[in-house]
């Protein structure tokens, strides 16, 4: 009883502090382009049925976050005949408290997950640390697929984690494989995960062919989710596409030059503008174009293959670079700047632009008090985060292995493609979840800091942590209180 009541109110205080930023500020929603162009994409499938251009389909995104968007307008909106300006500013605030709902839900199910591993008083601090602080509370109000993934993304890890504790773990492998299979076509990074979960499986203690029976099954079941949108792709392309076409555009992005360990800087600009449009024209004949792009998605990515195969004979050094950089960039740092850009956003009412985040340009995105705050908080829970992974891999820990080799799955699927400003909120709800297992030592052993006194020390990080976060996003909120429009 006493976990549902701080769960529901975790809940209450997430969804109230996200929708009390979208009332009182003006959410960053497209980031000047940043975001992409998935927004239009989903008012378009609700509006003509078709993921692509009008009723012409199109392969080059992912359609979970389409599907999602499409979902949401046509339970909250008339659905126009046609797709109008009115109607996308219209349409865009539904999904993003929509988005709301979602990111409190991901609070809720951490907590919910970590309960039985840390007890009550470190899932209710992990969850208020993942759902409150102001990098988190600021994604409901991008019309981006984060907090989609995020919600995701944690009810796949459960489901996983409850599978493999199963006595009889083949069903619930099946559902849980068939989750993550919808997960896979929000985000493919984690179409490599049956082999990420064959190793868990193992590590259980299944052997031979009973483990290799359950990995099947899990892969069976992300199979029956996305088979039926890899049979759309071939009906569209003629090619084998399991989701989207894109795959050796990002990893030419990591073949043309060493990428800076810079989390906040938009990288694929400067290569977009300097680099791309010979290989573009090779492939269409023409300068770029979205259109052009998605109408002749085949022929660009295999332009785009062919450069990158010719780079990697002739400068290996470079990706290698570049996924090591990825990797670790990833790992340990995260984006500061959409906290300080929406503080900029609610003081000049300016609308943010995708150039602030170009290369040379760290004064438009200059760090606050608030987001360095929240970088200081990374990097404490980035500590614990580590310890608690060593420390459980030690110790043999069973808990780690689904959030670890998720993680772990989807880290390198970037390293080895793409690592860029976009990407680092994947890391949030795992880091919270490392963390957790960090403090939980700290309480246990009491050896890291001050022998005798592990609950003091335990206490006191916690409090630090939850004030550094709840600090930061109480600065947030001031600023876009104080700017809002009368």
């Known amino acids: 009883m006493k976990a ?89 605030r539904p999904v993003l408290l929509v988005q709301a709902v979602l990111l409190a839900a991901t609070a809720v199910l951490i907590f919910a997950w970590l309960t039985p591993r840390v007890g009550v008083r470190g899932a209710l601090v992990a969850a208020a640390l993942y759902g409150l602080n102001p990098y988190s509370l600021l994604l409901p109000g991008l019309l981006h697929y984060d907090v989609l993934h995020h919600f995701i993304t944690v009810a796949g890890c459960i489901a996983l984690d409850r599978s493999l504790s199963a006595s009889r773990p ?8 068939a989750l993550w299979g919808v997960a896979t076509l929000v985000r493919s990074v984690t179409l490599p995960l049956p082999v990420f979960v064959l190793g868990m499986i193992v590590a259980r203690g299944y052997r031979g062919r009973r483990a290799l029976a359950a990995a099947v099954t899990f892969a069976a079941g992300m199979a029956v989710t996305v088979a039926p949108w890899t049979a759309r792709n071939y009906r569209v392309t003629g090619r084998l596409i399991p989701v989207n076409l894109q795959g050796w555009a990002a990893i030419w992005g990591s073949t043309v030059a060493p990428l800076r360990l810079d989390p906040n800087e938009f990288q694929w600009a400067g290569l977009a503008e300097t680099q791309m449009q010979p290989i573009f024209r090779r492939a269409t004949g023409a300068d770029y174009a ?34 090591v950089r990825g990797f670790v960039s990833l790992s340990f740092q995260i984006n500061t700047s959409l906290v300080s850009v929406y503080q900029r956003v609610q003081r000049t009412r300016e609308a943010p632009s995708q150039s602030w985040f ?121 600023t876009a209180a104080r700017n809002a429009s009368p």
Not at 18 to 45: A, Q
Not at 170 to 177: E, R
Not at 361 to 371: D, H, I, P, Y
Not at 416 to 439: E, H, I, N, R, S
């Open 4 to 92: 549902r009541v701080f769960g529901g109110l975790l809940a209450l205080l997430v969804l109230g502090a996200s929708t009390y930023l979208m009332r009182v500020g003006r959410p960053l929603e497209y980031v000047g382009g940043l975001t992409d162009e998935w927004f239009p994409i989903g008012c378009n499938l609700a509006v003509h049925q078709t993921m692509g251009l009008g009723k012409e389909p199109i392969v080059l995104r992912p359609p979970g976050y389409p599907a999602f968007i499409a979902i949401v307008l046509s339970v909250t909106t008339r659905v126009p005949a046609a797709i109008g300006l009115e109607y996308l500013q219209e349409a865009a």
């Open 170 to 177: 083949f069903i619930p492998l099946a559902g849980a494989g």
């Open 290 to 323: 979205y259109s052009a792009y998605v109408r002749n998605n085949v022929a660009v990515e295999e332009a785009f293959k062919q450069a990158a195969l010719e780079n990697l004979a002739a400068r290996p050094g470079i990706y290698a670079w570049n996924v």
């Open 358 to 478: 170009w290369a040379g340009q760290g004064a438009e995105r200059r760090e606050t008090l608030a987001s360095s705050a929240f970088g200081v908080l990374v990097g404490a829970l980035t500590i614990l985060a580590v310890a608690g992974l060593a420390l459980g891999i030690a110790r043999g820990d069973h808990f780690l292995l689904v959030p670890g080799l998720v993680c772990a799955c989807m880290v390198l699927a970037h390293a080895v493609t793409f690592v860029d400003v976009m990407y680092y909120y994947l890391k949030v709800p795992f880091l919270v979840v490392f963390a957790a297992v960090g403090l939980e030592a700290v309480r246990e052993r009491g050896t890291w800091l001050i022998r005798g006194r592990h609950i003091a020390v335990a206490g006191l990080l916690e409090a630090s942590l939850v004030a550094l976060a709840v600090g930061s996003a109480a600065a947030v909120v001031f």
